[in-house]
């Protein structure tokens, strides 16, 4: 027997949550970058910078840290989200299929802002 099948189906549940929780620290960067930038909009580039980076604690105010952290998690919630869209059904199989393109875009943006 199959050892994926014989899993409970509340551990899919799980993985389908999970994946889509691993989102809320991209989200939380990304909204913290948006709303920084926009509310500081006659600064320069440093000052928006250094604004941005104070809303964090000092051991994540280095954007490696931060984009590290975010394409990470985008990375977790895909493969949580694939493993549970086997096995899910319903509203998971949809939460699964969400987070899945959410990450997607999330990392994308990430890694673009690397270069």
């Keep these: 027997m199959n050892s994926e099948a014989s ?14 929780a691993f989102l809320a ?13 926009s509310s500081f909009s006659g600064k320069t580039q440093q000052e928006r910078s250094e604004a941005f980076f ?38 998971f199989k949809s939460i699964s299929v969400l987070t899945m393109v959410a990450a997607a875009f999330l990392g994308l943006f990430t890694f673009l802002t690397m270069m």
Excluded: D, M
């Excluded at 104070?54 to 280095?62: K, M, T, Y």
């Design 25 to 37: 620290a991209p989200c939380y960067i990304w909204g913290v970058w948006i709303n920084t930038f």
């Design 7 to 20: 899993a409970p189906r509340w551990l899919w549940k799980l993985a389908s949550l999970g994946g889509a």
């Design 54 to 91: 104070s809303r964090f604690p000092a051991f994540l105010q280095n954007a490696q840290t931060l984009t590290l952290i975010a394409l990470a998690s985008c990375v977790l919630a895909v493969v949580l989200s694939t493993v549970s869209l086997k096995h899910s059904r319903g509203v």
